[in-house]
C-alpha cells in the first residue's frame, strides 16, 4: 500500500509506503542484490554476468506509474491521492566495493549523462512533475545495501525543499531581474574563502549558510536551470566536480563519511523558470572523525539548523583534502 | 563563537556555535554532569545533595542573551546576527536512571508548570520571540547525556517549522474564519480510529498525516494557543496526557524508544494570534523493534517523508500498550 497524504499543517506530501517495511536489509555481501547474477546462482537485480552502469525499477518502490488505489478516504483538510510516480536505482559499477570516488573520472563522466537521459525520459511523462537525483551514503545515514548506487525519484508535485527554494529564487527574481543563484556565487567568488574547488563550468562552496558539516555545493557558472540545459562540456565539467568533491570527501577523515548527495534542477512541469539553476548539493553527517551530526529536536521539530563547524575552516579542509592526492 | 547566518534559498536562520563542538558526550554515569553533586566530589551542574526538579543555563549555549560579535561579516543575501537568545535545560529528576515515563505523575504535573513559569518568563525578554519545549530521548538521536533531561530554548526569530504552521494556520483562519487545528481534531474525532487516549481537556492522536512512525500530537479541545492560556486543570491534564502516552512508548517496543517531544506554541512577539494552537509532538524514531527510521536524502533533501508504518494501525498498538498498564 502506497499513497499521498496532505500534511495541512505543513503543507507537503507524506508518502506512505507500507511495503517498504519489509524491504532487503543489510544482506551479507554475498547476496548483493545489486551485484551481476553469479551463473547457477539465484537471479539478482542484474541478470548479466557483468555491468558498467545500470539503472532499474526499484522494487520496493514508494512512487509507482500505475499505483493501487489509496486503502483510506481523505477528508477536506488532508486529502489522499494515489503515489504516482517513478522510483529508480542506479548502479554506478558491478564492483560491491567501489565508491564514487573510487571510480574512474570516465564512470562518473557516463553517471551524469544517464542522470540527464533519466531526466528527460522521467520528466516527458505526465505523472512526473520533478526528476529527484539523489544518494544516500552509509549505513549512519539509513542505506541498506552497500554496493555503491543512487536513486532517481520521479515526483508527481515539487518536493518541499525545491518548492520553497523555487519560491525564493522567484521572489528574488521579481525584485531584482536576477538569478539568486548567480548573486551568491558572486558574493561567493568575490569572499573567495569558501571557494573548494573551480572546474570549466561549476564551482564547489561551502555556502557561508551551510547546514551541515563540510556541506558543498556544486554550481554553475553558466544560466543552467537543469540537466537537460548542459551539453556534453558541461557535462564532463559536473562529472569532474563530483568526481574530485567525492575524493575529497573519502580522504577528510580517515573513515567512511556518511552523505546524503541531492541534485536540485527545474521542475519538469513545463512552467518557465529561467531564473533558477541546477546545483548538486553534498551534505556529510559527520562533524568530527568520531562523531556523528545528528538532526534532533532543534534541526528536526524545530526546523533550524545547530552547526558547530564553520564553512570557512570546512572549505580549507576540503581544498587541502583535494590537494594530498 | 556563535552566530545567526540567513539561508537565502530555504530563507532561515542557520545558528553557527562552534564551541558546542566541545560540549560533554557521552561521559560514564559516576561523571554525569547533571546528577547531584557528591559530597566532596566535582561539582556538577547541580550543586546539591539532591534536587526535585531543576532548570539552568546550558552550558554550551547556542543562543545566548549576551553573544559576541560575529566572527564573519554577513552579505547582501546571507546577513550574520548576534545570536542572541537563550537555551536552558530542565533536570526532570535528580535519579540517573528515571525516564519521564517511569516518574510519577505528579512529577510531570511540575514538568508543565515550570514549562509554562519559563514560557513566560523567556518570553518577556525583548530578545525572544518563541520558546521551544523539546526533548531528545535516546542516543539514536544524538542524545549525549542519559540523564532524563529535556531543553527550553527562547529563540530570537520564530523557527522555521513554526513559522510555516502558523502560516498555514493563517491562511485556513483568513479562509475560514476557523482554527485550523480545531477543524482538524474535529475530522479526526469523526473518523475515530487514530485517537490514542482522551483526557479531560487534551486528545492525543495519530495524525492522519504523521510523518513519523508512531508520531503522536497531543492536542488541546480548548482554544489555547500557548502554556500561557492553561490554568490548573490544564496542566493537569496536559500532563496526564504527556506522562500517559510516554508509557505507552515505553512498552510498545521491549527496546528504548528513541524519539521527540516538541511542544509548539504561539510566538512570544507580541502579535495576537487566537486562531493558533498549542500541541505536543512525539516524533519517534524506531519503525520496528529492531529498525530504525532514518531521514535521508527523501526526507532531509527532498522535504517529503517516506514512511512505512500507518497512522491507523500505529493508533491500535499504542491503544493496546497503553491499556496493558
Given at each position: 500500500?502506497?499513497?499521498?497524504?496532505?500534511?495541512?499543517?505543513?503543507?507537503?506530501?507524506?508518502?506512505?509506503?507500507?511495503?517498504?517495511?519489509?524491504?532487503?536489509?543489510?544482506?551479507?555481501?554475498e547476496?548483493?542484490?545489486?551485484?551481476?547474477?553469479?551463473?547457477?546462482?539465484?537471479?539478482?537485480?542484474?541478470?548479466?554476468?557483468?555491468?558498467?552502469?545500470?539503472?532499474?525499477?526499484?522494487r520496493?518502490?514508494?512512487?509507482?506509474?500505475?499505483?493501487?488505489?489509496p486503502?483510506?478516504l481523505?477528508t477536506?483538510?488532508?486529502?489522499?491521492?494515489?503515489?504516482?510516480?517513478?522510483?529508480?536505482?542506479?548502479?554506478?559499477?558491478?564492483?560491491?566495493?567501489?565508491t564514487?570516488?573510487?571510480?574512474?573520472?570516465?564512470?562518473t563522466r557516463?553517471l551524469?549523462?544517464?542522470?540527464?537521459?533519466?531526466?528527460?525520459s522521467?520528466?516527458?511523462?505526465?505523472e512526473?512533475?520533478?526528476?529527484?537525483?539523489?544518494e544516500n551514503?552509509?549505513?549512519?545515514?539509513g542505506?541498506?545495501?552497500?554496493?555503491?548506487?543512487g536513486?532517481?525519484?520521479?515526483?508527481?508535485?515539487?518536493?518541499?525543499?525545491?518548492?520553497?527554494?523555487?519560491?525564493?529564487?522567484d521572489?528574488?527574481w521579481?525584485?531584482?531581474?536576477?538569478?539568486l543563484l548567480d548573486?551568491?556565487?558572486?558574493?561567493e567568488?568575490?569572499a573567495?574563502?569558501?571557494i573548494?574547488?573551480?572546474?570549466?563550468?561549476?564551482?564547489?562552496v561551502?555556502?557561508?549558510?551551510a547546514?551541515?558539516?563540510y556541506?558543498s555545493?556544486?554550481v554553475p557558472?553558466?544560466?543552467?536551470?537543469?540537466?537537460a540545459?548542459?551539453?556534453?562540456?558541461?557535462?564532463?565539467?559536473?562529472?569532474?566536480?563530483?568526481h574530485?568533491?567525492?575524493?575529497?570527501y573519502?580522504?577528510l577523515?580517515?573513515?567512511?563519511?556518511?552523505?546524503?548527495?541531492?541534485?536540485?534542477q527545474a521542475?519538469?512541469?513545463?512552467?518557465?523558470?529561467p531564473?533558477?539553476?541546477?546545483r548538486?548539493?553534498?551534505?556529510?553527517?559527520?562533524?568530527?572523525?568520531?562523531?556523528?551530526?545528528?538532526?534532533?529536536?532543534?534541526?528536526?521539530?524545530?526546523?533550524?539548523?545547530?552547526?558547530?563547524?564553520?564553512?570557512e575552516?570546512?572549505?580549507?579542509?576540503?581544498?587541502?583534502?583535494?590537494?594530498?592526492?
Amino acid at each position: 500500500m502506497s499513497e499521498l497524504r496532505w500534511h495541512p499543517f505543513l503543507e507537503e506530501w507524506v508518502v506512505t509506503a507500507t511495503h517498504r517495511q519489509d524491504r532487503t536489509y543489510h544482506p551479507a555481501d554475498e547476496h548483493c542484490p545489486l551485484c551481476p547474477t553469479v551463473p547457477g546462482g539465484p537471479m539478482t537485480e542484474a541478470p548479466f554476468q557483468d555491468y558498467d552502469l545500470i539503472v532499474f525499477e526499484n522494487r520496493f518502490p514508494a512512487l509507482q506509474l500505475d499505483p493501487a488505489e489509496p486503502g483510506v478516504l481523505g477528508t477536506a483538510l488532508s486529502p489522499v491521492c494515489p503515489s504516482e510516480g517513478v522510483c529508480e536505482v542506479v548502479c554506478y559499477s558491478s564492483r560491491h566495493d567501489a565508491t564514487l570516488a573510487s571510480l574512474p573520472l570516465l564512470q562518473t563522466r557516463k553517471l551524469v549523462r544517464v542522470w540527464r537521459d533519466r531526466t528527460l525520459s522521467l520528466g516527458a511523462l505526465d505523472e512526473v512533475a520533478y526528476v529527484f537525483v539523489f544518494e544516500n551514503r552509509g549505513k549512519e545515514v539509513g542505506v541498506t545495501l552497500s554496493h555503491p548506487h543512487g536513486q532517481i525519484y520521479g515526483f508527481p508535485f515539487v518536493p518541499s525543499v525545491p518548492s520553497r527554494t523555487l519560491a525564493a529564487e522567484d521572489d528574488h527574481w521579481k525584485r531584482t531581474g536576477r538569478s539568486l543563484l548567480d548573486d551568491w556565487l558572486e558574493e561567493e567568488t568575490a569572499a573567495e574563502t569558501r571557494i573548494v574547488a573551480r572546474h570549466s563550468e561549476f564551482v564547489t562552496v561551502c555556502p557561508v549558510f551551510a547546514r551541515y558539516p563540510y556541506e558543498s555545493w556544486i554550481v554553475p557558472t553558466g544560466p543552467w536551470t537543469s540537466l537537460a540545459d548542459l551539453g556534453p562540456e558541461g557535462l564532463d565539467s559536473l562529472a569532474e566536480a563530483v568526481h574530485s568533491i567525492s575524493q575529497a570527501y573519502e580522504r577528510l577523515f580517515d573513515a567512511p563519511l556518511p552523505l546524503m548527495m541531492a541534485l536540485h534542477q527545474a521542475p519538469t512541469d513545463g512552467v518557465a523558470r529561467p531564473w533558477t539553476r541546477l546545483r548538486v548539493e553534498f551534505l556529510p553527517l559527520r562533524r568530527t572523525r568520531e562523531k556523528l551530526k545528528y538532526l534532533a529536536g532543534v534541526e528536526s521539530a524545530a526546523g533550524n539548523f545547530l552547526t558547530d563547524t564553520l564553512p570557512e575552516e570546512c572549505a580549507v579542509r576540503l581544498r587541502s583534502a583535494l590537494a594530498s592526492r
